[in-house]
């Protein structure tokens, strides 16, 4: 928050949504609206465009790696910064994005066509974004594939158990209640949802079929790597993402 500030984003969600998508450069509400997918439209247009009126893509990019630089010093410290293993993973990452595609994957293409940055500990981290946003455009691609908009498509995570709790993930995604159970309604009007909010058998297969269409659109990176690899890579970074959560999470 406070290198967003410095760099002209003030007040409300404007840094994540400037920061996540600045590497589109100034682009309209429906573009971010589009690639960004279950967040509330109205949300995302008190963010965008009205953080370009006081700060630049550019500006924002360099917060973003300059928060990243900051936190990551001083989560891991500087024994595990300098660290062979974490440089060894850097590599790994980086080469699993060569095999990523930007056709179909504007927040990937966005973020891919960024410079990488010197420092292992910032590649690994770049490379772990480009790994994110092929992921998360491919996920979009199931998600209509499967007919469910952004709002549906939130609703009916929650059945799931593995994300943010309900009421969290329906503001920090910017719906009202009222949004909210009508996207309920008409799930169960397709039978998709119960009426005590759980999946359906029909909505539990379409979820199913929805991870594992994204889990294929996703394998070419790791593909590449070879299973060897890839399992070093795992190895490699478990301990550090342990080490983030119970600085984040305790």
């Known amino acids: ?3 967003y500030l410095a760099a002209g984003v003030k007040g409300g969600r404007r840094g994540y949504f400037a920061s996540r998508s600045a590497p589109l450069g100034v682009v309209p509400a429906e573009v971010v609206i589009a690639t960004f997918y279950n967040f509330a439209p109205a949300l995302v247009r008190k963010a965008i465009p009205s953080a370009w009126e006081s700060s630049t893509p550019e500006a924002v990019v360099a917060a973003r790696f300059e928060a990243a630089d900051a936190a990551l010093r001083r989560v891991l410290g500087d024994a595990v910064i300098g660290s062979s293993e974490l440089a060894e993973a850097a590599a790994l990452a980086r080469e699993a994005t060569t095999a990523c595609d ?8 966005g973020h891919a ?5 010197e420092p292992a500990h910032l590649q690994l981290w770049h490379a772990a974004t480009l790994l994110r946003e092929h992921r998360g455009d491919g ?30 993930l329906r503001t920090t995604r910017g719906y009202t209640e009222e949004d909210w159970e009508q996207a309920k309604q008409t799930l169960r009007d397709r039978g998709i949802m119960t009426g005590d909010g759980d999946l359906t058998d029909a909505g539990r297969a379409q979820r199913e079929a929805i991870e594992a269409q994204t889990d294929v659109a ?20 478990r301990p550090f993402a342990r080490t983030i959560s119970a600085a984040l999470f305790g």
């Open 218 to 237: 996703a394998t070419a990176p790791y593909e590449h790597l070879g299973e060897a690899k890839t399992m070093r890579l795992i190895e490699l970074t």
């Open 113 to 117: 066509a960024l410079p990488w940055p």
């Open 139 to 168: 996920h979009i691609a199931a998600l209509l594939l499967a007919g469910l908009n952004g709002l549906e498509a939130a609703v009916s995570y929650i059945p799931l158990g593995k994300g943010f709790p309900e009421d969290m």
């Open 102 to 109: 930007v056709v179909g994957r504007p927040l990937y293409a």
């Open 1 to 3: 928050g406070e290198r």
